[in-house]
């Protein structure tokens, strides 16, 4: 062995110092903030991407209740007919949707009328006005 070392000496440039254990740890910390860092970016990729995918399909169910808002305000009624919560929950949604409908084209006073009169007329169910109000359905 030692015939072979002296035969084939070390270069000088792979000699190095060792590291310390101090050395280590801070290389394993600056890998681990570094990763940290590229995880975040990436779920915060992921979560914008899901957010604009999230809004394009609720335009898109909006502009499917804006071909024909008439026949969405009857199944409204006929919802709130069945006296029935699951579908005082459903009812509900619709007008949430109607609202927003009604906000994005500008024209929120024949919305607003509709409601006062959907309330005035079903003003003797509570549970339906609880609904109402916890979803700011408001006149």
Known sequence: MRRYRNAHPPKASTTTTPRTAGDLL???????????RR????RARER??????????????LDTLAVDQP????????????NKPRDYDTAVQLLVDLRELSERDGNTTPFRQRLTEL??????????LK???LADLDA
Do not use: G, Y
């Open 26 to 36: 801070a290389a394993a910390t600056e890998l681990r903030a570094e990763r940290e």
């Open 39 to 42: 995880d975040a970016e990436q």
């Open 48 to 61: 914008a991407r899901q957010e604009r995918s999230a809004a394009a399909a609720r335009q898109r169910h």
């Open 71 to 82: 026949a969405v305000w009857q199944r409204v009624d006929k919802l709130i007919a069945t």
């Open 119 to 128: 309330r005035t007329t079903h003003a003797r169910k509570p549970s339906l």
């Open 131 to 133: 609904r109402l109000d």
